[in-house]
C-alpha cells in the first residue's frame, strides 16, 4: 500500500520512463504524443526531428523553385534577344529545334587509337568500344540496338 501511494502524486501516475519505438530512446511517459505522420506514439525529439527534416526539405525545395524561376527568366531572355535580331521569324526557331533535336539523336563517335572507338548509342546512351576493323560488337550490349553507321 505504501507503494502505491508513493507512485500516486496530485496529478496522477508519476512518469514512467518509457523506450520509444520509433527511434529507441527512453522519455517519460507523460511527455510522448501521438503522432499523425507515424500513427504511433513518439518520444518529443522524434517530432522535433520529424519537423526539423520538413523544414530543411521546404528550404531546399524553396531554393529549388527559386532557381528554376531564375533559370527560365534566363531563358526568356535569351529568347526576347533572339527575336530582337533582324530577320529572325518562326522559321530560324523551327530551324534551331531542329537541329538540337538532330544532334541530341546523333551517333557521337570518339577515335581512341586506329582500330578502337568509343560509341555511344543513340537508343540508350550506353557508352562502349568498338572495334573498327573487325566490327565488333555489332550491336549495343546494354539494349541489342543495331549499330549505325559512323565515318
Do not use: H
Not at 45 to 52: A, G, P, T, Y
Not at 55 to 68: C, G, R, S, T
Request: with cysteine; aromatic share 8%; glycine share 2%.
Amino acid at each position: 500500500m505504501a507503494d502505491m501511494k508513493s507512485m500516486m502524486t496530485k496529478t496522477g501516475i508519476k512518469d514512467v520512463a518509457i523506450k520509444c519505438r520509433n527511434c529507441g530512446r527512453s522519455a517519460n511517459a507523460s511527455e510522448f504524443v501521438l503522432d499523425y505522420k507515424s500513427k504511433m506514439m513518439v518520444c518529443p525529439l522524434c517530432i522535433k526531428e520529424r519537423n526539423l527534416r520538413e523544414n530543411v526539405y521546404k528550404e531546399i525545395n524553396a531554393k529549388k523553385q527559386n532557381f528554376l524561376m531564375t533559370k527560365e527568366a534566363a531563358r526568356q531572355k535569351v529568347d526576347e534577344t533572339k527575336k530582337n535580331i533582324p530577320g529572325w521569324d518562326k522559321d530560324d526557331e523551327m530551324l534551331e529545334k531542329m537541329y538540337k533535336f538532330k544532334m541530341d539523336n546523333s551517333v557521337r563517335v570518339q577515335r581512341i587509337d586506329e582500330q578502337t572507338v568509343k560509341y555511344r548509342c543513340p537508343s540508350c546512351s550506353y557508352v562502349f568500344k568498338i572495334n573498327t576493323v573487325t566490327k565488333n560488337p555489332s550491336k549495343c550490349q546494354f539494349c541489342g540496338a543495331p549499330i549505325s553507321k559512323f565515318r
